[in-house]
């Protein structure tokens, strides 16, 4: 009996990192200087020439090997032993992970800071601004 074993799908990978970055195709493709379009064809396909598996781990901010031996096990992984550096994080042989999920969160709560930073801006030009109006009156 014989068992079937799925095919190593660079492009998935590539897929499931980039979401797990938290990135849209529209992003890798203006990193990668193409279009969405062809980001979707890279992420259907099996395989990816290595000139071109470079430049996508570069803007993913990953390495070849982690794209390579990218699995969706690693991650739960790398989560569930979060805690313990013992452990490290594996995606695969020897292989650790590339990004830090804290350093995601702390991107977040800055861009968040700065929208808030704009909104509080905006909204003190317009009472500023209504202020003028009514001293016109």
Same mark, same amino acid.
């Given at each position: 009996?014989?068992?079937?074993? *799925?095919?190593?799908?660079?492009?998935?990978?590539?897929?499931? #990192?980039? @979401?797990? *970055? %938290?990135?849209?195709?529209?992003?890798?493709?203006?990193? &990668?200087?193409?279009?969405?379009?062809?980001?979707?064809?890279?992420?259907?396909? /099996?395989? #990816?020439?290595? @000139?071109?598996?470079?430049?996508?781990?570069?803007?993913?901010?990953?390495?070849?090997?982690?794209? *390579?031996?990218?699995?969706? @096990?690693?991650?739960?992984? $790398?989560?569930?032993?979060? $805690? %313990?550096?013992?452990?490290?994080?594996?995606?695969?042989?020897?292989?650790?992970?590339?990004?830090?999920? &804290? %350093?995601? &969160?702390? /991107?977040?709560?800055?861009?968040?800071?700065?929208?808030?930073?704009? &909104?509080?801006?905006?909204?003190?030009?317009? #009472?500023? $601004?209504?202020?003028?109006?009514?001293?016109?009156?």
């Amino acid at each position: 009996m014989s068992t079937v074993t *799925k095919p190593n799908h660079i492009g998935r990978k590539i897929s499931r #990192i980039r @979401e797990l *970055k %938290d990135m849209k195709q529209e992003a890798l493709a203006q990193a &990668l200087g193409t279009n969405q379009q062809a980001i979707s064809i890279m992420e259907n396909s /099996e395989t #990816i020439e290595e @000139e071109k598996l470079i430049e996508v781990a570069k803007a993913l901010g990953v390495s070849v090997e982690a794209i *390579k031996n990218f699995s969706e @096990e690693g991650v739960f992984n $790398y989560f569930n032993n979060f $805690y %313990d550096n013992s452990q490290g994080a594996n995606f695969g042989s020897n292989n650790t992970c590339n990004f830090n999920p &804290l %350093d995601k &969160l702390m /991107e977040s709560v800055e861009k968040n800071e700065k929208l808030y930073e704009r &909104l509080l801006k905006a909204e003190q030009d317009k #009472i500023e $601004y209504l202020e003028k109006l009514l001293k016109a009156k």
